[in-house]
Nanobody
Framework: VQLQAYGGGLVQPGGSLRLSCAAS????????IGWHRQVPGKQRELVAV???????NYAGFVEGRFIISRDNAKNTVYLQMNNLKPEDTATYYC?????????????WGQGTQVTVSS
């Protein structure tokens, strides 16, 4: 599975951004797809994920500010981020998890930088 992430940028505190992750395969074949983020010197952490059976999961720090959604026709997952805070500054990565040939495999896209600063 190939993943193309884009949509990052510089935004002021309180602003919004929408990240996009385009997958090379139908989302229905991907068990879990979503977003993680990483700050230099820290571990990569989960932000939000969506499953192919309609479930979603968010990290506690999201606090209702982010929404993950999917467009199956475009094989694309979105992360709408609202009320951004400086601590949301990070590189955001798209990740897909598939179950194929009796094993689980993970795939990462390239990161997209999100900077929240005045």
């Amino acid at each position: 599975v190939q993943l193309q992430a884009y949509g990052g940028g510089l935004v002021q505190p309180g602003g919004s951004l929408r990240l996009s992750c385009a997958a090379s395969e139908r989302l229905g074949t991907i068990a879990i797809i979503g977003w993680h983020r990483q700050v230099p010197g820290k571990q990569r952490e989960l932000v939000a994920v969506s499953t192919n059976v309609g479930g979603t999961n968010y990290a506690g720090f999201v606090e209702g500010r982010f929404i993950i959604s999917r467009d199956n026709a475009k094989n694309t997952v979105y992360l709408q981020m609202n009320n951004l805070k400086p601590e949301d500054t990070a590189t955001y990565y798209c990740k897909a998890v598939v179950y194929r040939d009796a094993e689980w495999s993970s795939y990462w896209g390239q990161g997209t930088q999100v900077t929240v600063s005045s």
